[in-house]
C-alpha cells in the first residue's frame, strides 16, 4: 500500500508545484509509492488525519500539536529560515497606518489556520479590539484573504507572512501591512506517521542532505526552501506548548 503525503494548505500557491517534484524525489529515496494528496480546506485535511488517512505530512503548528501529542506522530526537520510569522493587512489606500488605528466593529478576513489567527487576535488587543467588538469572515486561502480585503469585504486581513510574501507584486501593492509578529520560534515542520517509522532515520538523513544533492538542490528550489533542519524533541515541545499556551 502507498504511503500517503500531504502539505498544509496554506502552502504558497506559487511553490505547490514543487511538491509534486518533491514526492518524485521521494519516492525514489524510501523505493516505495507515495501519493501526494493535497486539500482545498484546514478542515477536510483535518478529518483525514484524524481517519488515519495521511503518513507524511508538511503540517503548520497547531496541526503539528495535534499530531504529535495525540496521534503519535514524530516531527522529522523543519525548513531553514522560515519562522512562521503573521501579517495584519489593510488596503493601501486605507487612512489606516498603525494597529491602534484600528476601531470597533472592524471586519477581519482571516483563515481556519489557528495559530496565525490567534496572532493576529493578540496583535490586535493594542487597539482594545477583542471578539466582542470584531466580526470575521473565515477564508480557505491567504489568496481569498486578499481578495476579500480588495473587494472591500473586509477592512483587515490575517496572513501568515510566507503566504502574504508569496502573493503577486501586483496584489501587494494595492495592500499594506500594519504589523507583524515576531515570535521566531514557531515553524511548519514535516511530520511523519506511525507506517512510516522503519524510514524516519533514513529519511531524515536524506532531508537534511539535500542541499548538497546535486538532484536534491533543484527539488528544495522549485519548494521555494533553502534546505531542511533538524528539529530537536525539546524544540518541538517547546514550539507545541507555546502554540497550546496561545490557543488556551
Request: net charge negative; charged share 25%.
Amino acid at each position: 500500500m502507498a504511503l500517503n503525503l500531504s502539505v498544509s494548505p496554506d502552502f504558497p500557491p506559487t511553490h505547490l508545484s514543487g511538491w509534486f517534484i518533491f514526492n518524485t524525489w521521494l519516492q525514489r529515496q524510501l523505493g516505495e509509492g507515495v501519493h501526494l494528496e493535497l486539500y482545498d480546506s484546514f478542515e477536510q485535511q483535518r478529518e483525514d488525519i484524524r481517519a488515519g488517512k495521511l503518513d507524511l505530512i508538511y503540517a503548520n503548528p497547531y496541526d503539528a500539536s495535534m499530531l504529535v501529542r495525540e496521534l503519535g506522530f514524530k516531527v522529522l526537520v523543519r525548513p531553514r529560515n522560515r519562522a512562521d510569522e503573521t501579517v495584519i493587512a489593510v488596503r493601501a489606500d486605507d487612512e489606516v497606518t498603525c494597529v491602534e488605528d484600528l476601531a470597533p466593529g472592524l471586519k477581519v478576513a482571516t483563515t481556519a489556520d489557528p495559530d496565525v489567527h490567534i496572532m493576529g487576535m493578540i496583535m490586535l488587543e493594542s487597539a482594545d479590539l477583542d471578539a466582542t467588538n470584531v466580526s470575521f469572515k473565515e477564508l480557505d486561502s491567504y489568496v481569498l484573504v486578499a481578495k476579500a480585503l480588495l473587494n472591500r469585504d473586509a477592512d483587515a486581513g490575517f496572513f501568515l507572512k510566507a503566504g502574504f510574501e508569496e502573493l503577486s507584486e501586483l496584489v501587494r501593492s494595492k495592500m499594506k501591512p500594519l504589523v507583524s509578529s515576531q515570535i521566531s520560534v514557531v515553524h511548519h515542520t514535516l511530520v511523519a506517521g506511525p507506517r512510516m517509522q522503519a524510514h524516519m532515520d533514513t529519511l531524515t538523513d536524506r532531508l537534511v542532505n539535500m542541499e548538497h544533492d546535486p538532484k536534491g538542490i533543484p527539488v528544495l528550489k522549485s519548494m521555494g526552501l533553502d534546505g531542511w533542519d533538524v528539529m530537536e524533541e525539546e524544540q518541538t515541545e517547546f514550539m507545541i506548548d507555546l502554540i497550546d499556551t496561545l490557543v488556551d
